[in-house]
Each structure stands twice: as structure tokens, then as C-alpha cells.
């Protein structure tokens, strides 16, 4: 069973912090890695993708990926309320096709 | 910009009943794929769907469910007989292609609540 791991939270970070989220995944062939970030009652929304090992920078978020310790981490600078939902990691475990499978979310709460 | 859309967003129906659920995903992806998330749990895979085939399905999606792409712009999913078990939110998503261009792209989803 392939597995992606998430510490639930919640994490509170006031405003203007940076807030750091962890996944872990047990595929070690996986190639493709997602955050999603989800707000109650809402729909999983697409914010970063990351493919090679390294850091990945859009704008207040960067996404790290470490194959050999099969971890992603996703930053989030200047944290804003707005901010505050659950955030999902995504792991592509197949390498021809798509299938995505997800961690169970990190709760984040950004406190002004 | 472009985007998924799904309907209904909410339905209820009574166990054994049949529900189609509809999607139209992005207009120039080619992958589409069924997602559903029972309150307060994981996102779960359900089927992928490509070149008017299933590509993939999980243990979930079994002889109750069925998926089809009646025309060209449409994607539903069908519960034969829904159990009780079967409420959730169902997600459509849909993506340009694999890999680095594999970023799936979710609907804002239609809540089932079986009775």
C-alpha cells in the first residue's frame, strides 16, 4: 500500500510567519509531488507542483523535494489568515499515468 | 480561466436509487479522473479515464460504478445502486497529460448523501 503520510495539526503560526508543512510517502519510485491546499467544504485547489530534488519558488510558497528521504515540505512566507486551511500532499505514484494519492491534510491557522 | 465544472453540487437520494454525477473538465485535457472524499477523510482515488477507456480503477470502484464520456464534453459518473455508504464528496479532475504535465485540476465537487 502506497502511502502518503501528513502530520494533522493543527499548526498555528501568526501572522506574517512562515509556516512549514511536512509529507512523507513510501513509494520510492514516485516522480511527481503536489500541494493542495482545501478549505472546509471546498475543493482540493492546485498550488505548487515539484518533479526534480531541490526547492521550487512561487511567489510566498517554495516547495522542497528530497527523493532520497522521500520528503516534501512546503513553505509559506509572510503567512496570512487567508492562509488558514487544510493542505494536502499529493504524490503521483505511478510513472506512466496519473494517480494521485493523498495525505490526510495538515489543518493550518494563521492567527492575526 | 479555465476550470472544471460539476453538477449537482449537492444530492440526496434514497439507498438503491441510481445517481449520475456530471463533470465537464478543461476543454484542451485529455486525462480525467474520478476522486471522492467521505467527511473528514483522505481525498481517494476512484478511476482514471483516457482515449475514451478506464486507464485505472481502485478497489472502490466496483461493478456499482461506471464512468462515461457521452460526448465531447462531458464525463459522468454513475452509481448503479447507492449505498449508504456511498455519501461523499465526489470530485471531478482533469489534466493535459502525464508527468510534468500532469497537474490534475479539481471541480468544486457534488456532495451525495444516500438516506
Known amino acids: 500500500q502506497k502511502e502518503v503520510e501528513q502530520n494533522s495539526g493543527p499548526l498555528s503560526v501568526p501572522e506574517g510567519a512562515i509556516a512549514s508543512l511536512n509529507c512523507t510517502y513510501s513509494?520510492?519510485?514516485?516522480?511527481?509531488f503536489f500541494w493542495y491546499r482545501q478549505y472546509s467544504g471546498k475543493s482540493p485547489e492546485l498550488i505548487m507542483s515539484?518533479?526534480?530534488?531541490g526547492d521550487k519558488e512561487d511567489g510566498r510558497f517554495t516547495a522542497q523535494l528530497n527523493k532520497a528521504s522521500q520528503y516534501v515540505s512546503l513553505l509559506i512566507r509572510d503567512s496570512q489568515p487567508s492562509d488558514s486551511a487544510t493542505y494536502l500532499c499529493?504524490?503521483?505514484?505511478?510513472?506512466?499515468?496519473?494517480?494521485?494519492?493523498f495525505g490526510a491534510g495538515t489543518i493550518l491557522r494563521v492567527k492575526s | 480561466e479555465p476550470e472544471v465544472t460539476q453538477t449537482p453540487s449537492h444530492q440526496v437520494t434514497q439507498m438503491g436509487q441510481e445517481v449520475i454525477l456530471r463533470c465537464v473538465p478543461i476543454?484542451?485535457?485529455?486525462?480525467f479522473y474520478w476522486y471522492r472524499q467521505i467527511l473528514g477523510q483522505k481525498v481517494e482515488f476512484l478511476v482514471s479515464?483516457?482515449?475514451?477507456?478506464?486507464?485505472?480503477k481502485s478497489e472502490i470502484f466496483d461493478d456499482q460504478f461506471s464512468v462515461e464520456r457521452p460526448d465531447g464534453s462531458n464525463f459522468t459518473l454513475k452509481i448503479r445502486s447507492t449505498k449508504l455508504e456511498d455519501s461523499a464528496m465526489y470530485f471531478c479532475?482533469?489534466?493535459?497529460?502525464?508527468?510534468?504535465?500532469?497537474?490534475?485540476?479539481f471541480g468544486e465537487g457534488s456532495r451525495l448523501t444516500v438516506l
Open positions: 476543454s484542451n485535457h485529455l486525462y
Open positions: 479532475a482533469s489534466s493535459r497529460g502525464q508527468g510534468s504535465t500532469g497537474e490534475l485540476f
Open positions: 515539484i518533479y526534480s530534488n
Open positions: 513509494d520510492r519510485g514516485s516522480q511527481s
Open positions: 499529493a504524490v503521483n505514484v505511478r510513472e506512466y499515468g496519473n494517480k494521485l494519492v
Open positions: 479515464f483516457y482515449n475514451n477507456e478506464i486507464s485505472e
